[in-house]
Structures are given as structure tokens and as C-alpha cells.
């Protein structure tokens, strides 16, 4: 059977939160806040300002997906297409089928069908290398990199009452 990576629809929601709560836990460095992410999970999945590429039969197993959305750089108002995160289930990551290169390839379509350009990197400290190396032979050369200072994938916890103290006392008071 060839993996087709197909359109999520509102129907996906509950596998797409339950593989994008999977990344955050894999892969975020803060605390994940699940109302952000359905918010944005659900107007991909109502094609509002974005879209999400799933691979898996609809009702089934999501075995993985691609969280596109259009917004706007800092600096200028023309619109981008913004790659949230793309995640394969960590049962499927062995098997045949080339999935996260696929979700590449569909990420590049959505580009090349709104005509619009791609943001699109690799945010982690789990098998960076060999990550890096397929988005290359996917897009080309990268157009720079990204550093974390204090923190590290993967490694996000909730903060201790003492610590939000602490940070408090921080602040700068106004």
C-alpha cells in the first residue's frame, strides 16, 4: 500500500491533538498550553489560515502529520506559509514509506499551490543531524539556523511554585 498524505479535516482533531501533545512532549522546551494548540489545530483543520497534511485512513491511526499556517513575518505584511511542526508517531518512524519526507513534499505543495513562500526549519535536539540532512534534500541549502539558550528540546517541566517566585522576583517592576 503507497502512503498518501491527504487534507486533516475537522474529524482528525482528536488523533491530531493527541500526535501534537506527543511532539510537544517529545520535542518542546515550554510548558505546552493545550488550548493553544487545538486553536491552532482546528483552523488548519477548517482550512482557516492554514492547513494540516495527515497521513493515516480517516477514523484511524494518524501516523503523521504537518501543521501548516499562513501568517505574517514581523516585518513586512505579505503572507507566509509557516511550518508549526511536523511529526511522525513514534511506532511509524522505522517503517518503509518515507513519511516526514513526504510531509515535506506536501508542504511544498501547499507552497507552490498558494504561491506562497515556506518557513520551514528543524527545531530540536534529538537527531538534529540526521533531520537537518533530509530537509536538505528536501528544500536546498538552509537559510540559517536556530539556537536555544537555556533551555533544550525536549526537556520542558512544569515550573515549581518556588521557581515562578523566583522569576517574579526577577522582573523588572514598572
Not at 43 to 66: D, F, K, M, W
Not at 101 to 128: A, M
Not at 143 to 169: N, V
Request: aromatic fraction near 8%; proline fraction near 6%.
Amino acid at each position: 500500500m503507497e502512503l498518501k498524505v491527504r487534507v486533516g479535516g475537522p474529524d482528525d482533531v482528536d488523533q491530531c491533538m493527541s500526535l501534537a501533545l506527543q511532539a510537544c512532549e517529545e520535542n518542546g522546551f515550554l510548558v505546552p498550553n493545550p488550548e493553544m494548540i487545538l486553536e491552532h489545530i482546528w483552523s488548519a483543520l477548517n482550512q482557516h489560515q492554514g492547513i494540516i497534511g495527515v497521513i493515516g485512513e480517516p477514523g484511524g491511526l494518524i501516523e503523521g502529520a504537518v501543521l501548516l499556517r499562513i501568517g505574517n513575518l514581523w516585518y513586512a505584511p505579505q503572507e507566509v506559509i509557516e511550518e508549526k511542526g511536523i511529526f511522525i508517531h513514534p511506532e511509524y518512524r522505522s517503517a518503509k514509506g518515507g513519511r516526514a519526507r513526504r510531509l515535506c513534499e506536501f508542504s511544498k505543495q501547499v507552497s507552490d499551490t498558494l504561491g506562497l513562500p515556506l518557513v520551514i526549519g528543524v527545531l530540536s535536539n534529538l537527531r538534529t543531524q540526521a533531520k537537518v540532512k533530509m530537509y536538505q534534500r528536501q528544500f536546498g541549502a538552509p537559510a540559517g539556523a536556530f539556537w536555544l539558550y537555556g533551555a533544550e528540546t525536549g526537556k520542558w517541566h512544569e515550573p515549581s511554585l518556588e521557581q515562578t517566585q523566583e522569576a517574579g522576583e526577577l522582573l523588572p517592576v514598572t
